[in-house]
């Protein structure tokens, strides 16, 4: 399965991703603000990777005019049902369908890893205005909480992935050096009931791909492990987002 392929696979799970998926803390727009040097009030940004528009909700509150593009139809019309009044193209960041020097801030929220930098890269800096900022997160689950850890360590093993110790930085290190970021690690959590912590796994691509049947046996097992570390029956998620911003 291609990167691409694997992407649009939330297309199939659009509506348990807006319902389920965590979003993003208030700190982490503050931080956008001050690397980017500039209010988001005015600002026109587009949004590249939209998905169902968790973080356009929260750059429009901020007083942002901003332009979503998402690759897929499903989670186009998840967006278009929670902000029907947002301009939306369909489109990705490969291939943006947006004018040259037309945006003061372009942002990826949980999308850029799966873009091909050699055409993301040139095509961020075509759409932003000379002083510009291209802005990347990632909302990752803080693995240095024990029972993260240990839920991180059997997902590896469904997965087949290696072990690998916790690296605040590795969101950074496949970042094109040339753009100069900076970087910044927002840490937040959440509590949710015990259903909502799982949907949003089993939303997650890997998942999607690997099918309901291996889905479904892995989320009951899951339950019963995590009904007892928290058996009121809501889950304190930990997060880390990390953020990437450079200036054009």
Known sequence: MTITSQSLSFDTAAADY???????????LDAVEELTGRPLDGARVADVGAGTG??????????????????GPGMASQFRLGLPGVPLVIGDGNNLPLASDSVDLVTYA?????????????EALRVLRPGGALALWWNDSDSTIAWIADQD????RLFGAEDSPHDPMARFRRL???????????PWTRSVPLDMHLANLASYSDFLVLGKEA?????????????????NGMVEEHYVVSLAVAIR
């Open 176 to 186: 094109p050096d040339e753009l100069g970021f900076v970087h910044r690690n927002v």
């Open 18 to 28: 807006a319902a389920n998926r965590p979003s993003y803390p208030s700190g982490l």
């Open 215 to 231: 889905t479904n046996t892995f989320v009951a097992e899951e339950r019963d492990l995590l009904t007892d570390v928290f058996p």
């Open 110 to 122: 949980q999308a850029w890893h799966w873009t091909d930098q050699r055409k993301s890269v040139p």
């Open 54 to 71: 968790l973080a356009t909700t929260l750059l429009r509150a901020r007083g942002a005019n901003v332009i979503a593009v998402e690759p």
């Open 153 to 156: 360590a059997r997902l590896r």
